[in-house]
Structure formats: C-alpha cells, structure tokens
C-alpha cells in the first residue's frame, strides 16, 4: 500500500486507491481499467455527460440515474458501476476525471509499467524507437515503457522526454534560447 501512496494523492487519489484495491481482491482489475477507460472516452466525447459530472447544480439523485442510464447503455456494470454511484452519492463525481487516472496509474505501477511522453522534430525511425524505449526502461525500472511519440519541427532537433514526474528537454530550441540568455547576460 506504501507504493500506491506515492503514486496517488489527494481525495481523488484516495478513491482510486480504495477501487483499485477492491478491484485487486476481485481479480477485476483488467475489467475496471477497461470500464473506467470507456468511461473517460465518454466524458470526453460528450459535453453533456461533462456537464452533468462536473456541474454541482444537479443533485446526487439527479446525478445518479442519469449515470445509471449511461452507464447501461454502455455496458458498464459491477464494480466499476457501483463505484462511480458511490461517487456521485458522496457528491464528489466532479473528480471523476482525475479518479480514472490516478486509478490507471495504479494500474500501470502494479503491471511494470511506465509512460513516457516524447516530443521530437521529426519522426524516429523504428530502431531509435527502440533503443529510446530500451534507455527509457533502463531509467524507469519498468518491464515496459509505453511511449506516446509526439512530432512538433518548433523544436528543432533533439527531444522532450516526459516520464513520470520527470522531465528532460534536450531540444535545440531550448539550448538555443539558454545560450541568448546568457549571452544577453555577459553583454
């Protein structure tokens, strides 16, 4: 449980982690992440089931058949269902979002995984995918990285690694920009 603290935090951290250990003794993990993945698919598709997590206008039992409705329709059921009712119930389904992701932190911290967010100038080709998801388990300690490989020319040439909480910026542009600081600096 030590591990799972320092992965999650706050109110929202607490509910994930209480989820995620029921879903644990359940053997239910793999379900929940799925459910709980189509249900931020959900939530980012549609303006009115936004609405109606984030808006403290409506009441618990608004709220509550409303997901129950949805959360039908989609074909999510069991824990997953019973927990985000539990949620809207102690009027806390404005956190939601943030719930779901610190539950698929959990998730990932539990299967040795870890993600990486990287930004490059143009894109890599398959063995420097490789040999950077390679240097990236190394620095992580993960079984596997999974890498979500962003191209953006602004930075000119190098990376921008985001892993975890760290993060590394060995782009030109940003070298670049350093170097007329300083150079600002001694003149």
Do not use: C, W
């Not at 997901?67 to 539990?86: C, E, P, Q, R």
């Not at 809207?88 to 698929?104: C, E, H, N, S, Y």
């Amino acid at each position: 449980m030590a591990k799972e603290e320092t992965i999650v935090t706050g109110m929202a951290g607490r509910y994930a982690s209480a989820l995620f250990a029921l879903a644990q003794e359940q053997g239910a993990t793999e379900q929940v992440a799925a459910d709980l993945g189509r249900f931020s698919a959900m939530l980012n598709e549609s303006a009115d089931l936004s609405r109606l997590v984030r808006s403290p206008a409506f009441t618990a039992e608004e709220q509550i058949k409303a997901l129950a409705a949805v959360l039908d329709k989609a074909g999510i059921s069991g824990l997953t269902a019973k927990f985000l009712k539990l949620v809207a119930t102690k009027r806390r389904l404005f956190a939601v979002p943030t719930m779901i992701a610190d539950f698929g932190k959990l998730h990932d911290a539990a299967r040795g995984i870890s993600r990486a967010e990287v930004t490059v100038a143009e894109p890599l080709s398959p063995a420097n995918l490789d040999a950077l998801r390679a240097a990236l388990q190394q620095v992580a300690g993960a079984a596997s990285v999974d890498m979500n490989v962003k191209v953006d020319p602004a930075i000119i040439g190098g990376l921008i690694v985001k892993l975890g909480s760290r993060m590394v910026d060995g782009s030109l542009k940003t070298k670049l920009n350093s170097i007329r600081t300083r150079m600002k600096e001694v003149g």
